[in-house]
């Protein structure tokens, strides 16, 4: 092979690794996603440590994240932080207190016996959130993600 034969070879490799820049394109067989960032408040207040999920019943897909501190949270779909795909979304937000187990159990106890399928050693979760939001079939949030490039910033409201 001579010089001009590699040096094309390895343009042509180049190209190949590094595609068309530009945007929210997006690998073989996945949707384009876009930057989504917000935050929930609850009585006015922000909401630290709920899960905040955008379904888009259209495409049938769903981008999750969780709020910090302040009730602010960015949407992952594929990795981490890129954001949700472009459309109309049912939002769902659910935070829980799950209190620590009321007895501590040894499992390497001879004598251990395991809860029971569908049972737990734990008492039950208490939401602290109003419910409805918790459910995509209640939820009265919705959210629109927009692909042209704006801001996907948004603060909800959840209200009892």
Do not use: W
């Amino acid at each position: 092979m001579n010089l001009r034969t590699v040096a094309v070879t390895a343009t042509a490799l180049a190209a190949c690794c590094l595609g068309c820049g530009g945007g929210a394109s997006a690998p073989a067989g996945r949707e384009p996603v876009f930057p989504v960032s917000g935050k929930i408040t609850y009585k006015g207040k922000p909401v630290d440590g709920a899960d905040v999920t955008f379904f888009c019943k259209d495409k049938d897909k769903s981008a999750f994240g969780r709020t910090d501190k302040d009730g602010s949270f960015r949407l992952t779909t594929y990795s981490s932080n890129d954001g949700a795909i472009a459309g109309k979304h049912v939002v769902v937000v659910s935070k829980f207190d799950v209190p620590p187990p009321t007895k501590e159990y040894d499992i390497n106890d001879i004598n251990y016996q395991p809860p029971g399928l569908g049972q737990s050693t734990s008492p039950p979760s208490k939401k602290l959130l109003p419910a409805k939001y918790a459910d995509a079939k209640t939820s009265d949030l919705i959210a629109v993600v927009s692909g042209d490039g704006g801001p996907n910033d948004m603060t909800l409201e959840l209200k009892d």
